[in-house]
């Protein structure tokens, strides 16, 4: 089996101030990882570099596409970047708004990356949105609300539905469930797993809540000030952390 | 010759509590047990002498300092988070003493969910759950509800039926008969005896000596693991 | 000095011009920028075309100038005279005759041939800018090819009015490439830019771009395969003036009681007809 991402010595600068430095992971087919960390320890940094969504200074990123095999993503062409962006990758955004076209229809927005890819049949693009809203619970019958009528957890689900309308292998995700209600995050933690489960997705979460990736992620990675302090089994970080950080994390969350 | 599918030796563990001067805590040295193919194993000792540690070792949530621990032929010391994952998804139950769930999700699609990673058909694996719900007297209306709502006996027999609706040839067991009414308990006993009989290796800790008594053929003290307080 | 500076420009501007119109000319669809100059007209008026055909015009050229199909509007004669005075160019309303033709909103009924030019003014170059504001996005977005978001556009009218609502500045792909605005024509002379035998050059005087479609270029209006482009116009209805079918038909509101009467909008084409009935009659 060959890894789906490798990263390698992955490094990125601001400045001289370090946004991530030295990482590096392999995540193979259908594994979820999650990054935990505090505000500013430079997962978001790394999130974006992994996606092609900025540049790191070193380091190479190597993800098996389904043409050629494995490629440094980093060195590809731009339109070979917005390629993979458009097809074998996905990007849930924490806010929906950054990740969804607000001026236009559910049924648009699903059907966007489908002919960005040169789908140019009306009545199959519309049956395959109408399909995909469906599959993340939303009332097909909505298929030409915009996305402002939807609340904060429909429009979540909508983003969701139009990252993987076109089946991508890679899901990034950065804080998914950031801004939603707990009873509707849990609504959306169910939506997730099931789909990561049924469509054999592998996922890279950024989160900084710890129930979340217990719930989602199989691997887990701690960072701080840009460096990964530690990584390995998700329930073996949070269970048994070896870093004095880790440990502060976890034993920093409150308990209901 | 049965096959040996737990076996354990010379595991050494201590807790480094960075946060606390880095305090070293040492909990077990020099741990050594094997289990066979349909043969139960209890664990034993006094309160706080470690069986819950070994256990999660052997899950493989707690990492292990020196020694070895082979699950099923994997070496759990130096596993990639992927092999245990890989273990856990086909080879490894566990039975735990707390139901972590995600809120809202049915009781049905709780205790399915093994048998769906695994890749099995949602319609095959509900009836397997429906199944096994019913024989754990869990009421049919209960089962399109969450269990984070149900009662502590009902929330652990939620947890006994996802744990036993696959057929794992290594199981772990923590307390699996802890806050149950006795027709209860027997359904759970008769369900430890059938994994036996179809040759599933299990290690458990059972503070219930009837229980302990019925389904156990050894017993392992841990209290010869406890490493000396002196240190200290 | 009409020797040396023919048509209004002078030296450095024309040959700026003229290399701008070289290099869209050989990317086709591809909008060139330039440093569009100062025109003794208002932005709005055409001082894009203005520019390209000052650019093409030759002494021996005959001009004619079009706004909304007609000879006769302010713009077309205004522009028209503007250049018999300053290069001294034969001017026409006949297209057949004309070697140059300028024109806002309309391409001409009767078929172009080769060796004519037809220079179109343009208000809003860029495709897909109430799709995407950021001018650097959107030049990105052509570079990579990058056009789902057109298509996105489409969708949204078949799903709100049940087929593809453009009726003018109807999007085009110029040789399965660049996705082109073809200024504001109505999208039933979509056709005409496909395939075309003349040379058709596009001036944004005020977003100094020019773009261009050499002789015969594919042109294709952008669709789905269920919902196909349609050259549409006022349905059933027939010219009042000359009784053509197959024309554009502009709608004339005649009183203040709802009577109206559908004419020609290109007036050469219905006068052409006239005059050949009138003679047929005779």
């Known amino acids: ?256 | ?232 | 000095m009409t020797e040396y500076n023919f048509a209004y420009l002078d030296e450095a501007t024309k040959r700026m011009l003229r290399r701008a119109i070289l290099k869209a000319v050989a990317i086709p669809g591809y909008q060139v920028p330039f440093s569009s100059r100062e025109m003794p007209m208002p932005y709005g008026w055409g001082t894009g075309g203005v520019q390209v055909t000052a650019a093409c015009l030759l002494p021996e050229d005959t001009l004619k100038v079009i706004d909304q199909g007609a000879d006769d509007t302010t713009n077309a004669v205004s522009i028209r005279k503007f250049f018999a005075r300053v290069a001294g160019v034969a001017t026409t309303e006949a297209t057949a005759t004309a070697s140059v033709i300028q024109t806002r909103h309309r391409i001409p009924e009767t078929p172009l041939t080769e060796g004519q030019i037809l220079v179109f003014q343009v208000p809003i170059p860029e495709p897909l800018r109430f799709l995407e504001p950021r001018e650097t996005e959107t030049r990105t977005m052509h570079a990579l090819e990058d056009y789902g978001l057109m298509q996105v556009r489409l969708y949204e009218d078949i799903a709100k009015h049940g087929e593809i609502a453009r009726a003018y500045a109807y999007p085009v792909r110029v040789e399965g490439r660049y996705i082109m605005d073809p200024s504001p024509i109505p999208k039933f002379d979509n056709p005409k830019l496909d395939n075309s035998p003349a040379l058709q050059l596009f001036g944004a005087g005020r977003e100094c771009r020019i773009y261009a479609l050499p002789p015969y270029t594919r042109v294709e209006s952008l669709d789905f395969d269920d919902y196909p482009f349609t050259a549409s116009k006022a349905a059933g209805q027939v010219c009042a003036i000359c009784g053509a079918e197959d024309s554009y038909l502009d709608e004339v509101i005649t009183d203040d009681a709802g009577g109206r009467m559908f004419v020609c909008s290109d007036t050469d084409y219905c006068a052409t007809r006239v005059a050949a009935q009138a003679e047929d009659a005779a």
């Open chain 1, 1 to 256: 089996m060959t890894p789906l991402l490798q990263v390698e010595g992955l490094s990125k600068f601001y400045g001289t101030h370090l946004g991530c430095g030295d990482v590096n992971f392999t995540l193979w087919p259908g594994e979820v990882m999650g990054i935990v960390g505090e505000s500013g320890s430079g997962k978001s940094t790394l999130l974006n570099c992994l996606a092609g969504h900025m540049a790191p200074d070193t380091g190479r990123v190597i993800f098996d596409t389904r043409t050629d095999g494995p490629r440094d993503t980093v060195t590809m062409t731009e339109p070979e970047r917005r390629w993979l962006a458009r097809t074998d990758w996905a990007f849930v955004h924490q806010n929906p708004r950054d990740g969804l076209r607000m001026n236009v229809s559910a049924g648009g927005n699903v059907g966007d990356r489908l002919m960005a890819v040169g789908a140019r049949h009306y009545g199959d693009i519309r049956r395959e949105a109408g399909d995909w809203l469906e599959r993340v619970e939303i009332d097909p019958t909505r298929i030409d609300d915009r996305p402002r009528a939807f609340s904060g957890g429909m429009q979540q689900r909508l983003q969701i539905a139009r990252n993987l309308v076109t089946g991508p292998r890679l899901v990034f995700m950065d804080e998914p469930t950031g801004g939603l209600d707990v009873s509707v995050q849990a609504r959306l933690l169910d939506l997730l797993r099931g789909l990561v489960r049924r469509l054999g997705l592998s996922a890279v979460i950024v989160t900084h809540d710890l129930a979340v990736v217990r719930l989602l992620a199989d691997r887990l990675m701690v960072m701080k000030d840009g460096c990964v302090v530690e990584q390995g089994l998700t329930d073996q970080v949070l269970d048994d952390p070896q870093h004095a950080y880790t440990q502060l994390l976890v034993s920093s969350v409150l308990q209901v």
């Open chain 2, 1 to 232: 010759m049965s096959k040996v599918m737990i076996e354990i030796s010379g595991v050494t563990k201590r807790f480094v509590l960075h946060n606390q001067g880095g305090a070293v805590l040492p909990v077990m040295q020099g741990a050594a047990l094997s289990v066979q193919e349909g043969e139960c194993v209890a664990l034993v000792g006094a309160s706080g002498a470690g069986k819950s540690t070994l256990m999660r070792m052997i899950w493989g949530n707690y990492r292990c300092d020196e020694g070895s621990i082979q699950v099923a032929g994997v070496e759990l010391c130096c596993a990639a988070p992927r092999e245990v994952i890989a273990l856990r998804r086909s080879k490894l139950g566990y039975v735990s003493q707390f139901l972590r769930v995600i809120p809202r999700v049915p009781t049905l699609d709780v205790v399915a969910e093994p048998l769906l990673a695994q890749g099995m058909d949602e319609l095959q694996a509900q009836a397997r759950a429906r199944a096994m719900l019913a024989r754990l007297n869990i009421p049919e209306r209960l089962w399109w509800l969450s269990p984070t709502t149900f009662s502590g006996g009902e929330q652990q027999r939620v947890n006994i039926a996802r744990g036993f609706i696959q057929d794992w040839p290594v199981m772990l067991l923590d307390e699996p008969t802890a806050s149950l009414d006795a027709g209860n308990r027997a359904v759970v006993l008769d369900l430890i005896a059938e994994a036996k009989a179809r040759g599933a290796a299990i290690l458990g800790i059972f503070h219930d000596a009837e229980a302990r008594a019925a389904v156990c053929d050894r017993e392992v003290d841990v209290t010869g693991f406890t490493p000396a307080r002196s240190a200290a």
